[in-house]
């Protein structure tokens, strides 16, 4: 779980990763935890969906405008985990017209929905088997496109949506739906420990927090730094990564031999070799990459 995590904060482009498992396993508290260990990133300054600089391409309208007139100044930003409710409604997750701008000066503008907290950083749906269906298809559109296309009331506002998706579920509440399941990179099962020492350690770390929070991360704060400086150093490192023609190979024979449907597999694979080989300092992937997923 913590591994696959890491790995989608090294590169988002591995499509993110579906937490399955027991109540009470710690899923949640590990995706939130892990706002500590992300990396941050430049972006447009003023900019409410905090488009990347160093990309025109994925410029919302606004930046594309002032990008012709003069430089965009640019300001160092903290990924965030944007939390998605089950119980959202359509204009939540997607924006909406501001209504009390549209009372009080009688002008129409639009308000951002989750969809845009999300751009650049990481979008997570705790139940994620118990959205609604409408809200899973908007959903898997802006995922699949990075781009969400909002028309209410005459207006028409399009702004990328580019986000790593993380999502919890136990599924003895239901299972997911194929669409949505699909679109995760990564699907890890978390079972409960079985082990008294580690299960005594749980209590004994619940009853230390309860104690002394402080005390608790001045603990943790060595490992959470290094953790940090390590997950910044390969995402530094990914670009420069190879994958070496073999490898290639390699994948898609192990995706035909275990009779996956599509290409998506091959492509989510390879990235994710990629992360790995990033992650512990190597320059080329190599088949022991591969066997770690």
């Known amino acids: 779980m913590k591994r696959s995590l890491m790995l989608n904060a090294i590169d988002p482009a591995i499509g993110g990763v579906l937490i399955r498992g027991d109540r009470g396993t710690a899923k949640s508290s590990a995706v939130r935890a892990l706002a500590r260990l992300l990396p941050d990133y430049d972006a447009v ?11 025109p ?5 606004e930046c594309g405008l002032r990008a012709k007139e003069r430089t965009l100044p640019v300001v160092r930003l903290p990924m965030r985990i944007i939390d998605l409710p089950i119980n959202a409604s359509e204009d939540r997750l997607v924006g909406s017209i501001d209504i009390e701008a549209a009372v009080r000066a009688g002008t129409r503008r639009f308000q951002p929905g989750v969809l845009a907290e999300a751009n650049r950083n990481l979008l997570y749906v705790d139940e994620v088997n118990l959205l609604d269906d409408h809200l899973v298809d908007v959903l898997l559109d802006a995922a ?3 781009v969400n296309v909002v028309e209410r009331e005459g207006m028409s506002v399009v702004h990328p949506s580019h986000f790593i998706l993380v999502g919890t579920m136990n599924p003895e509440e239901g299972e997911l739906r194929p669409q949505l399941l699909d679109r995760f990179g990564l699907c890890v099962e978390v079972v409960t420990l079985t082990d008294i020492d580690e299960r005594l350690r749980v209590m004994e770390l619940e009853r230390d927090f309860l104690q ?3 005390a608790v991360h001045k603990v943790s704060a060595e490992r959470e730094g290094e953790l940090r400086d390590l997950l910044q150093a390969a995402t530094d490192r990914l670009p420069r990564v190879s994958l070496p023609d073999a490898i290639r190979t390699l994948v898609a024979r192990l995706c035909l031999d275990g009779s996956v449907a599509g290409h998506r597999a091959d492509l989510v694979v390879a990235r994710t070799a990629r992360a790995i080989c990033a992650l512990r ?4 992937v190599e088949q022991v990459d591969l066997v770690d997923i």
Do not use: F, I, L, T
């Open 57 to 61: 391409s994925r410029y919302c309208d």
């Open 45 to 55: 300054e003023g900019c409410p969906y905090r488009c990347d600089p160093v990309v």
């Open 144 to 146: 699949a496109m990075g």
């Open 281 to 284: 300092g190597g320059p080329v």
């Open 212 to 214: 002394s929070p402080q």
